[in-house]
Structure formats: C-alpha cells, structure tokens
C-alpha cells in the first residue's frame, strides 16, 4: 500500500572563480564572498532518475520551487552554522532559503542547476506564483576542508497555509499543523557527511556523499493518506444498500468504522521531527492530543441505480473518488478497526431483495498503522460466505444459504484479488506489497510475496503448516463453493510460516501469526484455514500474470 511520493535535491561543488558582478545586485559586501573557493550550490532531480545532471522544471514545481536547508559543518570539538542566519544554537535556527531561476544554470557561482540561495533581502523571481520573498541576505557558502562532519537537513510545506515550524536543529524540529498541512510537507532525509573527496572538479557531479562532492537530498511526504473501498462478488444478486454501524449509530450515507484511531484526530497537532539513525529518514511523534474511536471515510451510497461495485480493481469508494483522504501519521497506533454492516442484495430481473445483517469484518492492528509518506487501502469484500444473517442477528444461522437442485454449482467469478479482508468470520487477509493501483487493488505473479493473517475480532490467530494449507482451485471458484466436498483442490507449494517477524512497507507481519507464498504463475489460489473446532475457512485469492 505505499505510495510514496519522494524528490530529490542535489547539493553540488563549484570550483570558485570569477563570477557575473550583478549576480546579487550592487551588494559589495556579499560579492567579495563569491570571488574563490569551492562553492556549496543547489540542484533537483526526480529521485527517479538520479544519474540526470539536472532537474527539471516539473521537479522543482512539486517542491514549489523553493525549500528550506540548514546545515553545520563540524571542526574539532565546535558546530559552526553553515546554512543558517546567526549563530549555532543547540534549540533553534533559521535556515536559509533556496528558489528556482528558470534557464539561469551556471549564471553564477552559487547556481549550477537554477537554483539560487545568494542574494539580498527581498523579492525573488520563481515559476508559478512569480516571487520568493527573502526576509535577510543569505551569502555564498564554501566547504571547509578542515571539518571533520557536516549535518543537513531541509524541508518545504507548498500547503496554502503552512504549518508552524520551529526549534530548527539538524537534530530535527517541531512541526504545527492539521492534517491538509501536513500533506503539504516535504522532509528530506538526513545527511551526514564525513568523508572527503580531495580532488572535486567544476561543476562536480559525484554523488558519493563526500566533502567535496554532491550532496543529495530526498524529499517524502510527511502525511499519511487513506481510503475505503466495498465490493461484492455475490452471484445473481448485487448489493442495493448499505448501513453502517459505528459510534453506537448507524448511517446509510457514511461509512464510519470504529476503532482506536489517533491518527484521525482532527483539529491542529504539534509533532516532533526527529531521523532515524540507520537510514536517516524522517520520524514524527508525539503526534495526536485526541484519540477517537471512529473514523468516517467519507460519503458512501448505493441504490438500485448505483450498484455496489463488483471487483477489486472497480470497487466502489468511499468519497465516490479512488482518491485518498489525508489523516495525521502515527505509527504507535495499536487499534483495529471493525467494519460492521447490513445490506440488501437485489437481483435486478426478478427485483427480489434479501436483508442481510449483522456482517463484520476485522482489520488487524498490524494494517493500522498510518506512517508518514504512505497511503493505505482499505478495501472489503462482501461474498456469499459473509457472516450476516438474513434472519434474526444471534439466532438465525449466519451466512448465505444457496437454493440447489441437486446441488447445482453456483458461478461466481471474482476477476482480480488484493489486499482484501473478507466480510466473515474470522476475516482473511491478504496483501503483497505493489499491488495497489488508483484503480484498486491487483495481485500478480512477482518477487514480493503474498501475506496471509487470520483474525477473529482483531486478534489474530496461530498460524502453522497443520492449520494453514494452500490449494489452486478452477477459475471462478468461490469461497462457499470450498466448502464442498466436490470442488478440486490441488495442493500448492510454497506456502511457509513466517519464524520471524517481516515488514513489508510499512505493515509488520508477527512471527507464526502470518504465513506468506510467492505466486510462480497466474491463476486462482485458494487459504484453507482450519480453526480449534476444525471447521475450515477459505479465502480466493486472484493472481495475474
């Protein structure tokens, strides 16, 4: 479910030479700094393709065409400001500024790629909006070789109204903000430079992290994003109407999901930004003052003219858009969230309709967490081994009970399968990392594995090779189909518990409470699970090719 969204900013070395006498207006006292030396300059680049010599437009306008960089250079037992107005302090500084110049590479010293950080207070020409404003001079900077480390840090909110930062250290910083804001937020990642090259060319284009070399810098999103999608794979009927059940209400015209949701708070928060040691990537904590016990994801109806969709790839969404919502990040939270509705099945010829209640569905804690720099999709699937009822909730039986002649085979056909929880009891759920699209949600045949948790109410069972087998089964088999005793299962190979816990982009998989297969070939699998009363349990799992 990630969906990163990450640029890059490159610091690159020029060698110091004469330059344009009106490269920062009549300022002497700033032309004096840019006569020689070897200057410290900005470039960006897609992170997509970081062996191109310069950005393009497009990079920069993602960014904004400006962001902000602090930077220390460290001599002995002393931390200098480097990219900073005034002196070092250990609780807060002011960064300097970098802004975009159109077709203005190589015009100065300080800009080798169009982007600029030397000039006098004021007004500056950027795309887009047209000016920059400048609050102070910022002057040329040179590496200094007697310097055993340099820290960098940078960030850029392109929110319309930006969120409050503050106590600037390379250590990191605090941030103010709601969530539309904190979708608006860039953070690069952490540099720390200690090694030297000794021989850096003009303009240097190596990328080695040295003293004297370029300094890279990528930029993620430091929101989180979400959305919620239901689909129904139930044959000869379709889904008419929905009521949700949350907070203790009910709503045919919201889908509302209970749960323990920091990350939902509304309303400002204040986080600390702080960078991982091993791979300097931006942290955010201390996050949310409010914890609810329901997230609303939107607007959500069907009728008989406006079916529920039937695919995973063609669901339909919560918002009636594929588009996410933004929420505040959090990785502590520890909740799960329950999906708890009635709904009518219709069958379009015949206009019959079936009432069918109580259904549930649990995602567990481990899919809850909403780290930064990641958009999750939560998409639900009703079949005809739901756990509702079409009687009375408690004692009628639960689920879909086909009329058979003869038992008759039922056709059911599910074209595409993804990180799915099926609406029963326990929930199924499957996920392999890339396998989520603007459309929905696809598995195929690829390196990453498919991931398998089983949960009764958001606990999550013990999975092992005696409870949990893998089968490929005839295209169009459904989960109730399985459950008879005609249907061929051919055994697969492959399947495995997990003896350590395993993280795939953000979602961590628990040792002996997952098991994970890697498709070899396209066609239809099958999750049996056999619970303490062994009674088996089936999820349908649709690979591509």
Wanted: net charge negative.
């Amino acid at each position: 479910m990630k969906n990163s969204y990450l640029f890059v900013a490159l610091a690159a070395l020029a060698l110091g030479s004469c330059t344009s006498e009106g490269f920062v207006g009549e300022n002497e006292e700033l032309l004096k700094e840019t006569k020689n030396g070897t200057a410290i300059v900005f470039s960006s680049v897609a992170n997509q393709n970081l062996t191109r010599a310069a950005g393009t437009a497009e990079d920069a306008q993602r960014l904004g065409y400006t962001f902000a960089v602090y930077g220390t250079k460290t001599v002995g037992t002393t931390t200098s400001n480097v990219f900073a107005q005034g002196e070092y302090s250990s609780d807060d500084n002011t960064p300097y500024w970098v802004w975009y110049e159109e077709n203005s590479a190589l015009s100065t010293t300080s800009n080798t790629h169009n982007w600029e950080y030397v000039g006098v207070a004021g007004n500056k020409t950027i795309p887009g909006s047209g000016t920059f404003s400048l609050s102070s001079d910022q002057t040329i900077k040179y590496w200094d070789y007697s310097a055993s480390q340099y820290d960098f840090i940078a960030y850029k909110a392109t929110s319309t109204v930006a969120p409050t930062i503050s106590n600037v250290t390379t250590n990191g910083f605090k941030v103010t903000a709601t969530a539309e804001q904190l979708a608006g937020l860039y953070i690069a990642d952490k540099k720390v430079i200690t090694e030297k090259n000794n021989a850096p060319g003009f303009p240097n284009t190596n990328i080695a992290d040295y003293i004297g070399d370029v300094v890279q810098f990528t930029f993620r999103a430091a929101g989180a994003k979400v959305r919620l999608g239901i689909f129904e794979t139930i044959p000869g009927y379709a889904v008419s109407a929905i009521t949700f059940h949350y907070n203790n209400t009910t709503s045919t015209t919201n889908a509302g999901l209970d749960g323990s949701f920091i990350g939902a708070s509304t309303g400002t928060q204040e986080f600390t930004v702080t960078y991982d040691e091993t791979t300097k990537k931006a942290i955010l904590s201390g996050a949310s003052t409010a914890n609810t016990t329901y997230f609303d994801f939107g607007s959500f109806t069907v009728s008989t003219t406006s079916l529920l969709g039937e695919t995973s790839t063609a669901p339909t969404w919560a918002t009636g858009s594929p588009d996410y919502t933004n929420v505040l990040p959090n990785s502590s939270n520890v909740g799960a969230m329950t999906l708890a509705v009635d709904y009518t099945l219709y069958n379009a010829t015949t206009k019959e309709t079936i009432k069918v209640t109580g259904a549930k569905a649990v995602v567990p804690s481990n899919y809850m967490k909403w780290n930064p720099n990641f958009a999750y999709t939560y998409l639900f699937k009703i079949s005809d081994n739901t756990n509702g009822t079409t009687g009375t909730v408690g004692t009628s039986p639960e689920g879909l009970y086909p009329i058979t002649f003869d038992a008759v085979a039922i056709a059911n056909q599910d074209a595409t399968e993804g990180s799915i929880t099926t609406v029963s009891t326990p929930a199924i759920t499957t996920y392999q990392e890339g396998s989520v699209s603007s459309a929905g949600i696809t598995y195929a045949v690829s390196e990453k594995p498919i991931y398998v948790t089983v949960n009764t109410d958001g606990t999550l069972a013990t999975l092992s090779a005696d409870n949990t087998k893998l089968y490929t089964v005839a295209e169009g088999t459904s989960e109730a189909e399985l459950q008879l005793d005609a249907v061929t299962k051919t055994a697969a190979s492959g399947l495995s518990v997990l003896s350590a816990n395993e993280t795939a982009n953000s979602t961590t998989f628990v040792s002996d409470k997952a098991v994970k297969f890697t498709p070899s070939a396209a066609g239809t699998y099958a999750i049996e699970y056999t619970d303490e009363s062994s009674v088996k349990h089936y999820k349908v799992i649709v690979v591509g090719s």
